[in-house]
């Protein structure tokens, strides 16, 4: 509890409901700026929800396959989502998606799970089985004009942010820099 009294009392936390949307595992929170809404994924369900809270409405957009994030482009109005396939470009409004590459074409049993944007503009991506249950798993990084490169593998669950990325089941790594 020190952690939280460092200034003498505990902050003020005000909680709300934002709307009855049941998720089996909801994922990857963004907030879209140039929209305006809240972004998540339900991996399982296939599915992104955006909740637009100036209207206090949730959209839901389902998807052909599962779906592990969603990251907004900079330039356009576009999204870039991590589809259990590959990477795909999604425009909302109409509704397409676009496949961009799949970083393991042969490796059915795995998906995108979890992926950060840095500042230039690359999509650090992670795959995981999607029984979650071997560290067949790997660290990719799509870049801007399309390519991908392999930067690490032996994962069972990757999640991470920034530079360093860790395996959630892992007990031998705890966490990886790349």
Same mark, same amino acid.
């Given at each position: 509890?020190?952690?939280?009294?460092?200034?003498?009392?505990? %902050?003020?936390?005000?909680?709300? @409901?934002?709307? =009855?949307?049941?998720? !089996? &595992?909801? /994922?990857? $929170? &963004?907030?879209?700026?140039?929209? #305006?809404?809240?972004?998540?994924?339900? @991996?399982?369900?296939?599915?992104?929800? /955006?909740?637009? $809270?100036?209207?206090?409405?949730?959209?839901?957009? &389902?998807?052909?396959?599962?779906?592990?994030?969603?990251?907004?482009?900079?330039?356009?109005?576009?999204?870039?989502?991590?589809?259990?396939?590959?990477?795909?470009?999604?425009?909302?409004?109409?509704?397409?998606?676009? $496949?961009?590459?799949?970083? /393991?074409?042969?490796?059915?049993?795995?998906?995108?799970? =979890?992926?950060? !944007? =840095?500042?230039?503009?690359?999509?650090?991506? #992670?795959?995981?089985? *999607?029984?979650? =249950? /071997? $560290? *067949?798993?790997?660290?990719?990084?799509?870049? %801007?004009?399309?390519?991908?490169?392999? &930067?690490?593998?032996?994962?069972?669950?990757?999640? #991470?942010?920034?530079? @360093?990325?860790?395996?959630?089941?892992?007990?031998?790594?705890? !966490?990886?820099?790349?």
């Amino acid at each position: 509890m020190k952690a939280f009294r460092r200034h003498g009392r505990r %902050p003020e936390r005000s909680w709300a @409901v934002l709307g =009855d949307t049941r998720t !089996a &595992l909801g /994922e990857g $929170p &963004l907030w879209s700026q140039r929209r #305006g809404s809240l972004f998540w994924v339900d @991996v399982l369900k296939c599915s992104i929800y /955006e909740w637009i $809270p100036a209207r206090s409405e949730t959209r839901h957009y &389902l998807l052909p396959e599962m779906v592990g994030w969603i990251i907004e482009c900079r330039s356009n109005n576009h999204f870039v989502v991590g589809l259990r396939t590959g990477f795909a470009e999604l425009t909302l409004q109409p509704f397409q998606i676009k $496949p961009l590459a799949s970083p /393991e074409p042969d490796h059915q049993p795995t998906r995108l799970n =979890d992926a950060k !944007a =840095d500042a230039r503009g690359s999509i650090l991506a #992670g795959t995981m089985p *999607i029984a979650a =249950d /071997e $560290p *067949i798993g790997s660290l990719y990084r799509l870049d %801007p004009d399309g390519t991908i490169a392999l &930067l690490d593998s032996g994962y069972t669950i990757p999640n #991470g942010r920034r530079s @360093v990325t860790t395996d959630a089941c892992s007990t031998t790594r705890t !966490a990886r820099a790349v």
